[in-house]
């Protein structure tokens, strides 16, 4: 397993509309596994193929309350409610923003395996990111969202602590 790279704004990829997987391959389970390693090692809830540079309809997620979840060719099925969430992105480092996202999400596609599944979220960060990471695949970022320019912060680099002299 490798960490990727993770593409920035303004790159283009980020702006393309992936395409379908149609090969369940050693080669996209590499990916995957490499996704995967590169979500953790940027202390990410999500992350789409086109953040890494590959225009394909693949998603990992790992939100804080639930199982790691890879899906392929997802697809939101329904969404209700609307709810205001403070939104960051791993492809927008250093800001976040105030956007609006549905209460209730229900996703189809494949898991890593070409399998059918169906993943329902309501109410927490699942909702959110199944909903974040699979705008990616259409080349929509949390920043289209935004109601009013002013609702994009700047976050504070955290201090850095001293070591304690020996």
Same mark, same amino acid.
């Given at each position: 397993?490798?960490?990727?790279?993770?593409?920035?704004? $303004?790159?283009?990829?980020?702006?393309? /509309?992936?395409?379908?997987? #149609?090969?369940?391959?050693?080669?996209?389970?590499?990916?995957?596994?490499?996704? =995967?390693? #590169?979500?953790?090692?940027?202390?990410?809830?999500?992350?789409?193929?086109?953040?890494?540079?590959?225009?394909?309809?693949?998603?990992?997620?790992? !939100? !804080?309350?639930?199982?790691?979840?890879?899906?392929?060719?997802?697809?939101?099925?329904? #969404?209700?409610?609307?709810?205001?969430?403070?939104?960051?992105?791993?492809? =927008?480092?250093?800001?976040?923003?105030?956007?609006?996202?549905?209460?209730?999400?229900?996703? /189809?596609?494949?898991?890593?395996?070409?399998?059918?599944?169906?993943?329902?979220?309501?109410?927490?960060?699942?909702?959110?990111?199944?909903?974040?990471?699979?705008?990616?695949?259409?080349?929509?970022?949390?920043?289209?969202?935004?109601?009013?320019?002013?609702?994009?912060? /700047?976050?504070? $680099?955290?201090?850095? #602590?001293?070591? $304690?002299?020996?």
């Amino acid at each position: 397993m490798a960490v990727i790279p993770i593409r920035c704004v $303004p790159d283009p990829v980020l702006r393309q /509309k992936a395409k379908r997987v #149609t090969i369940f391959s050693d080669r996209l389970q590499k990916l995957i596994d490499d996704m =995967i390693e #590169t979500m953790r090692a940027a202390n990410g809830m999500g992350l789409a193929a086109p953040q890494v540079g590959v225009s394909r309809r693949l998603v990992v997620l790992e !939100p !804080p309350e639930c199982d790691l979840l890879v899906i392929i060719n997802p697809e939101v099925v329904k #969404t209700s409610g609307e709810r205001s969430v403070i939104e960051g992105c791993l492809s =927008i480092p250093g800001y976040q923003g105030e956007i609006k996202r549905a209460v209730s999400v229900i996703v /189809k596609g494949r898991d890593r395996h070409g399998k059918q599944i169906r993943v329902k979220a309501s109410g927490d960060y699942l909702a959110q990111v199944l909903e974040h990471e699979i705008e990616h695949l259409d080349g929509v970022l949390y920043t289209d969202h935004l109601e009013n320019p002013d609702n994009l912060r /700047k976050l504070e $680099p955290k201090p850095q #602590t001293e070591e $304690p002299e020996a």
